[in-house]
Each structure stands twice: as C-alpha cells, then as structure tokens.
C-alpha cells in the first residue's frame, strides 16, 4: 500500500482527493473518482466512470467494471474469511453499472476457483456480505444484509430480501425471489418465490416474469413445469421426467428442469 506521507500517484483524468491513497500499481480509467479517506491497493484495475466513495477500502487484486458507484465504507476485495486460505493470488471481479451500498463486504475467492465474481448491473445494498467464490449473475439485487457463505451461485436477475443468509454451496435459480429473513439452505429453483425460516414456495415469480417480458406462452409454460414438479404426487425425478414428456421444451423450460437434475444440495420445497 501507498505510504500515505507521500502525494498520491497522478492519473489522467482521474479525480483523487488528497485523503485518499492509492497504490501506484492500481490502474484508474478515465473519469474515475476516488473520495475522501478512500484506500485503493495493489492490483486494483477500475473501470471508467466509477466513484469510490469515503472510507472504502478495495485491498487488493480486485476489478471494478465502468460506472460503479462504491458507497461509504464498503470494503472490497480483502481475503477469504477461510481457514485453508493459503495466501494464494486470487481475485475480486465486479462488472459495469453495479452499485455497493455502505459497508458491504466483498472477499475475493480461494484456490477452489480463484476469484469472485459480481456481474453488471447489480444492486448490493447496506451490509451485505459476498464470501469467497461467489458467482453473481447480471441484475442481482441483494438487500440490506444478506450474508452469503462460500461458493453461492445466484443466476441473472435473482432478488433477495433482507436479513437473509444462504448457505454455502447453494444455487439460487435465474429470475427467482427469495423473500426477506428467510434462512436459505437449499437450492432456489430459477422463476420461483421461496420465503420463510425454514422456507417454502409460494409458486412461479409471476409478476417479475411479467414486468421482464416474458410472454403468456411461456410463462403458462414454466407454471405447467411447477405443477408437475411441485403440486403432483411424483417425486422431484419422476416430475422431471414427465415435464419432458407433457411440455414442450423452450430454453426456460429446458433451464427450470435441467437446473433441478443437476441439483446437488436439494431443492427447496417446504
């Protein structure tokens, strides 16, 4: 890190406050804007366009695409809260137009898959924890402190509610919504709302389906999908299996039922 006695390394086109520190190895595109007390480390490549607040802290080895805004005190890109963690290089990576609210933390990932990742267009709010190896779809919307353990995979346009933590491993489908406290530790089937301590399904995520332009014919699809899996007598493979059969077969459709044979936690149900 910097020594912070010394002037801050210029960057053309880059806005730093004279608080800030900023490693000389950092690389700061144009129209970046580092404020007041904010440290940025070693390795740290940011897109441009993108704010880092106050007081945050990116540690090192960490990526931010263009047009981030990175709210006070959040802290990106430190170690993984792991105890076979090694020391081994491994990275932070965080797509364009994602905004972090305050105090949320980001670790980077461990030897299992080097990095972490936060996809575009994503909203983590207040408190919100991203453990090692994470994967993040585009879209994603974390409320305030939902805490995530290690090698959680939330697919595109996933939304979670507040005060929810979701155990390691667990898969959480694309377009689903996960209610606020609930307690995740099961896999989240793609289009579905789950909420609850423990929690359940409360059916298709219809009204995100809509309001995302899915049509009625697909949409009436994946809710034909649901009965079968889910409000039938067959168990989860023998519901598969006949979805394949009494459904005809679109991209979503092939997600939702490949997405449930390749479960390796279990689906919650409830």
């Known amino acids: 890190m910097t020594d912070p006695t010394v002037d801050p390394p210029a960057f053309a086109g880059v806005e730093i406050h004279p608080s800030a520190i900023v490693d000389p190895s950092a690389e700061l595109d144009q129209g970046v804007t580092v404020g007041p007390w904010a440290l940025v480390g070693p390795g740290v490549r940011v897109g441009a366009g993108t704010v880092i607040g106050p007081s945050v802290l990116v540690e090192r080895n960490t990526t931010l695409g263009r047009e981030c805004e990175i709210h006070k005190g959040a802290v990106l890109g430190t170690d993984p809260q792991d105890l076979?963690?090694?020391?081994e290089p491994t990275v932070l990576e965080i797509g364009d137009r994602t905004v972090i609210r305050e105090y949320a933390t980001l670790n980077r990932g461990t030897s299992a898959s080097g990095r972490t990742v936060v996809g575009s267009d994503c909203l983590l709010m207040a408190y919100t924890h991203v453990a090692h190896d994470c994967v993040l779809g585009n879209h994603v919307i974390l409320s305030n402190a939902?805490?995530?353990?290690g090698h959680v995979e939330l697919?595109?346009?996933?939304?979670?509610?507040?005060?929810?933590?979701?155990?390691?491993?667990v898969r959480v489908g694309i377009h689903a919504f996960v209610g606020g406290g609930s307690r995740i530790s099961q896999d989240v089937p793609p289009f579905c709302r789950v909420a609850g301590s423990p929690p359940k399904l409360y059916g298709l995520n219809s009204v995100g389906l809509e309001r995302r332009g899915f049509s009625p014919e697909t949409r009436g699809a994946l809710k034909r999908v649901y009965r079968i899996l889910f409000q039938s007598n067959l168990n989860v493979s023998q519901g598969v299996a006949r979805a394949r059969e009494e459904v005809d077969i679109s991209p979503e459709v092939d997600h939702f039922l490949s997405f449930i044979e390749t479960s390796e936690r279990g689906i919650t149900i409830g």
């Open 84 to 87: 076979k963690f090694g020391g």
């Open 146 to 149: 939902v805490n995530m353990a």
């Open 155 to 169: 697919e595109d346009w996933v939304i979670v509610g507040g005060v929810t933590p979701i155990h390691q491993f």
